[in-house]
């Protein structure tokens, strides 16, 4: 009796290590590598997904746990958001060298955009976001996380704003870091909700004026409209081609 009772303990410890073990393991293994979840879904159009990234030791948002946000546009039906990392620059066109992050999400600006929360690394990354629509694999051009080497900058002395009624207009200046190749720029309310949000190549935006954007993610089924005596505030990125934003800026303002 106890020569069997010896024996299912040493069973048990034996599949204890075991499930240990695969636990450990686990997060290493359980997704694969860019190029497989590509071919996987190859049955699925393939689409482009707008997507940058911007850190600083204190995080852009104030936050030095995630001192990197990867941000990401979800269009319209969009699940299944997902983000690949290459650890080495050499690898950025190798879609094999990119792996899965298990990294946390949240919506912004009622949910017209998204980002991944980054945790600390050393050095530079190369990221990756996918998401998918009922028919298509959406997945981004690589992006180029400069947290330690080129943390951007934050300043909102860049940018100025002019009174124009309901019709405000708004300019800025590149900061130290003159890379910017395109600018992204929102326009929300006190609650956070996105009234209009646009890029543009050129240093200044007007609202509502869309003779100078070049993208916009702004519903257009109606024209956004402000309203006067109200609070509102303009939130600029200044993005480089390797999708790293290089200037964020922040201002409040108010319509008369």
């Avoid at 946000?69 to 060298?97: L, M, N, R, T």
């Avoid at 530079?124 to 080497?149: A, C, Q, W, Y």
């Amino acid at each position: 009796m106890q020569m069997i009772l010896a024996k299912m303990k040493y069973i048990l410890f034996a599949l204890l290590v075991v499930l240990s073990s695969s636990c450990d393991d686990g997060p290493e293994l359980n997704e694969e590598n860019l190029q497989d979840y590509l071919e996987l879904n190859n049955g699925l159009i393939l689409d482009n997904v707008v997507a940058c990234a911007g850190g600083s030791e204190d995080g852009l948002l104030g936050s030095p746990i995630n001192p990197t946000d990867v941000f990401f546009y979800p269009v319209k039906g969009a699940f299944d958001f997902k983000y690949y990392q290459a650890d080495e620059i050499a690898d950025s066109v190798d879609f094999s060298k990119y792996f899965q992050l298990d990294l946390d999400t949240e919506a912004l600006f009622n949910g017209y955009l998204r980002k991944f929360n980054h945790t600390s690394f050393q050095g530079e990354r190369m990221g990756v976001v996918t998401f998918k629509t009922e028919d298509r694999l959406h997945v981004s051009s690589p992006i180029r996380l400069k947290t330690n080497t080129k943390p951007t900058e934050v300043n909102s002395n860049l940018v100025e704003y002019s009174e124009n009624g309901l019709m405000p207009s708004f300019t800025w200046n590149d900061g130290l870091i003159d890379e910017n190749n395109i600018y992204f720029h929102v326009i929300s309310d006190e609650d956070n909700n996105l009234i209009s949000g646009t890029y543009t190549i050129e240093k200044n935006f007007s609202f509502y004026d869309l003779s100078n954007v070049v993208f916009n993610i702004t519903d257009t089924t109606s024209i956004p409209s402000l309203e006067a005596n109200s609070d509102y505030k303009f939130t600029l990125m200044g993005v480089s081609e390797d999708n790293w934003i290089n200037l964020f800026a922040e201002i409040e303002f108010s319509t008369n």
